[in-house]
């Protein structure tokens, strides 16, 4: 199998195991019955990818790239809340759903010692902490407490979004998030 990887024919795998893998989970999912689902071997997938894991996390890479572009950072609470709000809209319903539905398995993954997800998930959550830290204090909210908010919102954001996909009225998962960003991130302080 030497020669050159075809960039198209990856391109295509990387969208069918999202959609798979979305479907029918990170954990529940191996190798084989994912290539099969495919349409091709695991040999195939192997030799583009590496092993399962390395799959799913290119898989996550490759939705995160194609979701829109970051707005940057805004110095009032009223856009940081609007920012928020979006993010919540495009994480549970939008063009990020299928893979933070990915990325949320990966992280409960990564809690099993000698997880091959570990190192991932420790950089992924510094990475969005540190950033929503930042947008926290842009707004004026000082380091220490931006810092503490950051850590509690990022926390309580992967438990609202085990909640709304799993809820039988996500509609009163929305309702509660809301809350929390206005009674909680963004509350004075």
Excluded at 10 to 15: A, D, F, G, S, V
Excluded at 48 to 68: C, N, P, T, W
């Amino acid at each position: 199998m030497g020669g050159r990887k075809d960039s198209t024919k990856r391109e295509t795998m990387l969208n069918q195991a999202c959609e798979i893998l979305s479907r029918s989970g990170v954990v529940d999912t191996s190798l084989r019955s994912l290539a099969a689902q495919m349409d091709t071997s695991a040999r195939m997938l192997i030799y583009y990818f590496g092993s399962k894991e390395k799959l799913i996390l290119e898989v996550i890479d490759h939705e995160q790239q194609r979701a829109a572009p970051d707005p940057g950072v805004s110095s009032s609470v009223a856009d940081l809340r609007t920012y928020i709000l979006a993010d919540w809209d495009s994480i549970t319903r939008g063009e990020k759903h299928v893979s933070v539905r990915i990325l949320e398995q990966v992280f409960g993954a990564a809690c099993a010692q000698d997880s091959p997800y570990a190192d991932y998930t420790a950089q992924t959550l510094n990475r969005l902490i540190g950033n929503f830290e930042t947008r926290l204090v842009a707004v004026g909210i000082p380091g220490d407490i931006a810092a503490t908010r950051a850590v509690v919102g990022l926390t309580a954001l992967q438990g609202y979004l085990m909640r709304y996909f799993t809820a039988a009225d996500p509609a009163a998962v929305d309702r509660d998030f809301f809350r929390f960003v206005d009674d909680v991130i963004l509350a004075p302080f």
